[in-house]
Nanobody
């Protein structure tokens, strides 16, 4: 059974940083594209970061320069470093094995003073 478990979310002030981690079990991630998505209340789920098996990354303009995705294939984990956080980054963040049906349960990130 494939499971993705996110950790590291919480409440942070604007301008602050958080690091999300996703631990995967039941499959090895080394051959997969991995992604972080987020969904704010009343909005569609959106991609915020993607990393290829070779380590190439993609970010939408809304987070580029502030977020960094990384992977550790040996530990079967994916991380999302989020800096210079803004209130509009508030959402539930999900880890995802791209092109599969495997999602994490989601973790809340709230940016507020």
């Amino acid at each position: 059974q494939v499971q993705l478990v996110e950790s590291g979310g919480g409440l942070v002030q604007p301008g602050g940083s958080l690091r999300l981690s996703c631990a995967v079990s039941g499959t090895m991630i080394r051959n997969y594209f991995m992604g972080w998505y987020r969904q704010a209340p009343g909005k569609q789920r959106e991609l915020v970061a993607q990393i290829t098996p070779g380590g190439d990354t993609y970010y939408p303009s809304s987070v580029k320069g502030r977020f960094t995705i990384s992977r550790d294939n040996a530990k079967n984990t994916v991380a999302l470093q989020m800096n210079s956080l803004k209130p509009e980054d508030t959402a539930v963040y999900y880890c995802y094995i791209i092109t599969t049906t495997y999602w994490g349960q989601g973790i809340q990130v709230t940016v507020s003073s």
